[in-house]
């Protein structure tokens, strides 16, 4: 295979790479796509860590523990008895794995449907441009050079451990330890309160962990609009999540069978700790190690993200980079939309990424959604806004469920009415956030969604209602 030559090489099959090599293809361009994610066979396994210990097995456990949870606590209530209830950690995990398999046996399927050379391997520059194009070496079951004229950079990103206290993925776990505990562990520790922190703590907190979470700062979930993190708090709380705020770490030591953990708490207080597991989610690093940037004078900042303008284009000619290795949120979805993009834009069309309508879920229980300016950040901007908010406890579909908590609540312009932010703290969050990308991108007013007919009973009349009260006439609240 030496030799190859290509229209576009993409470095990493995760969601923007993979996604980007498909689109390139569906362009009429010539495409091959490296990725070295292997499973435990030694077999391909693309999808990068969303696919294979990132999005999609979280998701599967998340399900699998909210079965289980439900059966514990909630089927009584509609009649339904269950004697000797029990769960097998083994066969969760055994179905956990085998979703990941379909997800990565799909991605290979589409890049054969598609005419994508796939290469199972480690991809990185190899030296300047040639008359070809740029040069990339391939190291993994063998080692090959292919050529590319347009060079995509999808590598991803990877756990950043504490200092002194790297990851063992017995005691110590990222999120691909996280994921593969074999046995519930009787206390478990997580530092970080963020998107994997609080989602891969809820799945051990319903099979039974005392879970403790330590967070360095002093606010739940930053990010999020106030009302709503602090509306997640208190149910997260309630569920049995111990969640600690302006905790500084001093000291993490492992022994034999378990994970000591000294910290101040909130208070400037020493405290001490000791989990038979702990999971550290403090944030992620670009995967740019090993790529050869230094080899042709790709442009890496001091934290090892490729630096890109707004159209992802590199210090290079024809060398792109998208997802978590450039700027940015690290999210799937935003890895995909610059992979697109970026395909187009080197057709010569015009790729489009809205970072304003990126939507940002955390699928806890329950799920946390939003899109667009929080209450805080448009209170800083000085920006004149309405708020509406309605609870699910008002709506008929979530009383159905047996699922009322949360609300939905509208952020619009104070003399326009366009929509500014949407934020949601409750059941299917996640699905119903999407109505608000869509009116956002658009330019769509509140009055708009109020106007818009919902299909009764259902969870997004909440969305409906919501927008009726940033103009105060709700109907049914």
Not at 96 to 116: A, E, M, P, S, Y
Not at 117 to 124: D, E, L
Not at 412 to 427: F, K, Q, R, S
């Amino acid at each position: 295979m030496s030799n190859k030559q290509f229209d576009v090489v993409v470095i990493g099959a995760g969601p923007g790479g993979y996604i980007a090599a498909i689109r390139a293809a569906q362009l009429g361009f010539s495409v091959a796509c490296i990725d070295e994610w292997s499973n435990d066979a030694g077999k391909p396994a693309p999808g990068g860590t969303c696919t294979n210990v990132g999005c999609i097995p979280s998701k599967a456990l998340l399900q699998s523990s909210e079965h289980f949870d439900h059966a514990s606590h909630g089927f009584k209530e509609h009649g339904i008895n269950v004697e000797g209830l029990s769960f097998d950690v083994a066969q969760m995990l055994k179905r956990k794995n085998t979703v990941v398999k379909q997800n990565n046996d799909g991605i290979l399927f589409l890049f054969k449907k598609n005419k994508v050379t796939f290469f199972h391997g480690r991809g990185a520059f190899a030296g300047a441009a040639g008359a070809e194009g740029y040069p990339i070496a391939i190291s993994g079951t063998t080692t090959d050079t292919i050529t590319g004229k347009q060079i995509i950079v999808a590598t991803g990103s990877n756990p950043r451990a504490l200092p002194g206290a790297p990851f063992d993925e017995k005691l110590i776990l990222s999120n691909t330890g996280a994921l593969n505990i074999e046995t519930v562990p009787a206390k478990l520790g997580v530092i970080g309160a963020g998107v994997i922190g609080l989602e891969l703590g809820s799945v051990w907190r319903r099979l039974g962990s005392e879970v403790t979470v330590l967070e360095g700062l002093p606010t739940f979930l930053g990010a999020v609009d106030e009302q709503i993190a602090k509306e997640a708090h208190k149910l997260l709380t309630k569920q049995g999540l111990s969640i600690n705020l302006s905790c500084k770490i001093t000291k993490v030591e492992a022994g034999k069978n378990n994970v000591t953990v000294e910290y101040t708490d909130a208070k400037g207080e020493a405290q001490k700790s000791v989990f038979d597991k702990l999971i550290v989610s403090i944030g992620r690093t670009a995967n740019t190690i090993g790529l050869g940037a230094d080899k042709v004078g790709l442009a890496v900042d001091e934290r090892g993200m490729i630096s890109v303008d707004e159209d992802c284009k590199t210090n290079l000619p024809n060398v792109w980079a998208i997802g978590d290795v450039v700027r940015g949120p690290m999210l799937a979805h935003k890895a995909e939309e610059e992979g697109v993009a970026v395909a187009e834009r080197i057709a010569g069309q015009h790729g489009h990424t809205n970072f304003n309508t990126l939507p940002s879920v955390i699928y806890t229980h329950p799920e946390i959604a939003s899109v667009g300016k929080t209450e805080q950040q448009l209170k800083a901007e000085g920006v004149a806004y309405k708020a509406g908010t309605f609870p699910f406890l008002a709506n008929g579909r979530a009383r159905a469920l047996g699922d009322t908590n949360g609300m939905v609540k509208f952020l619009a312009d104070a003399t326009t009415d366009e929509i500014l932010g949407v934020h949601i703290v409750g059941p299917m969050a996640s699905e119903l956030i999407s109505e608000a990308v869509v009116a956002m991108e658009f330019k769509a007013s509140a009055e708009d969604i109020a106007r818009i007919c919902h299909a009764h009973p259902s969870l997004s009349e909440a969305t409906k209602e919501a927008a009726l009260a940033v103009d105060k006439r709700t109907l049914n609240f």
